[in-house]
């Protein structure tokens, strides 16, 4: 699976959207973008994925530039429980290559 | 409807002693997989079935580990000998296909003393 990089740490105000980067410059045609997070003490939950297009759903969006070496997670409202790792993961979504591979995230940690 | 579920949620156990952990998937997925988190480390894949098979045991760090699944659906993974360095957050994952999106249970925190 390609590699990801991500910031380590960003904060965002209350009620802002909070808006996350992630670069995979790697990325080869049939690998999909996903992105969880975690929130202390709990496990990953699922957040959105994509492959080319853009992507709405109740949680956030993801907008996947028109190479696909970049990607951003946008959280429209944040709100305290947003606080959490967030990691950007590509994945080829075949058979073979089933694991999930977590690199570090970005901590983002939303002011009251 | 009801999520991954893992059971116990919490374990301490002695050195040496042998500790099972359970993990119930979502009903009807037929993926399953096996991560650890360290204190302050990312998550590591440990092993994946597709059914009852295991087709990835890649990341079982030794043959301490092992890991069955019975009927398609509960997952045990059995550590023997448990040592220091087996403390950590064990999560399971499934997903209704190995292609498709992979959905995380809560975690066991084993601590070995």
């Known amino acids: 699976d390609a590699k990801t990089t991500q910031p380590p740490s960003m904060d965002c105000a209350e009620g802002r959207a909070a808006n996350l980067p992630c670069n995979h410059s790697t990325i080869s045609g049939n690998e999909y973008v996903y992105w969880y997070r975690q929130i202390h003490s709990q496990g990953p939950q699922y957040i959105i994925h994509g492959l080319k297009n853009n992507e709405t759903n109740e949680m956030a969006s993801l907008i996947i530039t028109e190479d696909r070496k970049s990607s951003t997670l946008i959280l429209p409202h944040a709100t305290l429980r947003d606080t959490a790792v967030y990691y950007c993961i590509v994945r080829i979504s075949n058979f073979g290559n089933e694991k999930l591979t977590f690199g570090t995230g970005t901590r983002l940690t939303i002011i009251p | 409807g009801a999520g991954v579920s893992q059971s116990p949620s919490n374990k301490v156990t002695e050195k040496g002693k042998d500790v099972e952990l359970r993990c119930d998937p979502i009903?009807?997925?037929?993926?399953l997989y096996w991560y650890r988190q360290s204190l302050g480390q990312g998550l590591e894949f440990l092993i994946y079935?597709?059914?009852?098979?295991?087709?990835?045991k890649s990341g079982l760090p030794s043959d301490r580990f092992s890991a069955e699944r019975t009927g398609g659906s509960v997952s045990t993974l059995t550590i023997q000998r448990t040592q220091q360095e087996d403390s950590a957050v064990y999560l399971c994952a499934s997903s209704l296909t190995a292609k498709d999106t992979q959905y995380f249970g809560p975690g066991t925190r084993l601590t070995v003393l």
């Open positions: 079935f597709q059914g009852n098979s295991a087709p990835d």
């Open positions: 009903s009807g997925h037929t993926a």
